[in-house]
């Protein structure tokens, strides 16, 4: 199965400000999935990130608050732009494989 | 938007009883997953059933899929205070690459 190496682990931001997110895959995969889980909520898909092309955005996540990059088949970068105190999640990267799909150990983000 | 609806959302038993949790989803799919989740950390890959299986079994865990009734559910064995932690179901209408849509997701409490 993938290993997916994710970073930051947590961070705590002032708003206003960027972060990015990082997900490192042991192995290459076409397509790459960005999710948001809200306190005490469910996961929900912000973006599909395919390499060589622009990401696909769900409804209610734009490019320029939420920009992906896609380099290469085992990496890709997620960035919470601007943020705001409703930006605190949790993000989550993910691979999806035959069997199953693989998760990043996740990014606890606060913003105060 | 959540697709799977777990029900009971939250559940507390003892250490050696058996925890089932239900899952029902609203349109056609490939396949449907479990997955636990620790405290807010990532997610753990479970089982995937596929849209022509009716159960299968891995270890302590026994999933069933009804796809005239669109229901899933899980079924924990002799459970232990190692299995608290919170289990969503994910549909997916295509294996490995499309979007993953998860339900509400169910809180598990086994007491020792």
């Known amino acids: 199965s993938a290993v997916i190496s994710q970073k930051p682990s947590r961070d705590i931001c002032q708003r206003g400000t960027s972060l990015t997110i990082q997900c490192q895959v042991d192995?290459?995969?076409?397509?790459m999935f960005w999710y948001r889980q809200q306190p005490g909520q469910s996961l929900t898909l912000i973006a599909t990130?395919?390499?060589?092309?622009?990401?696909?955005?769900e409804s209610g996540f734009v490019i320029d608050k939420f920009p992906i990059s896609r380099p290469n088949l085992t990496f890709s970068t997620l960035t919470v732009s601007n943020m705001s105190p409703e930006d605190s999640s949790i993000y989550l990267c993910s691979v999806g494989l035959s069997y199953g799909y693989t998760f990043g150990s996740g990014t606890r983000l606060t913003v105060v | 938007s959540q697709q799977g609806e777990e029900d009971p959302q939250a559940l507390s038993i003892q250490e050696g009883e058996n925890a089932t949790m239900n899952c029902s989803y609203k349109?056609?799919?490939?396949?449907l997953q479990w997955y636990r989740q620790n405290s807010g950390r990532g997610l753990v890959h479970l089982i995937l059933?596929?849209?022509?299986?009716r159960e299968k079994h891995s270890g302590r865990l026994r999933v069933t899929l009804d796809t005239s009734k669109k229901s899933s559910s899980l079924l924990i064995t002799a459970s232990r205070a190692a299995d608290t932690a919170s289990y969503f179901c994910a549909t997916a209408r295509s294996g490995g690459s499309e979007k993953l849509v998860f339900g509400k997701g169910m809180k598990l409490t086994v007491n020792p």
């Open positions: 349109t056609s799919i490939n396949n």
């Open positions: 990130a395919n390499q060589g092309s622009e990401a696909t955005y």
């Open positions: 059933i596929r849209s022509n299986e």
């Open positions: 192995s290459q995969v076409t397509m």
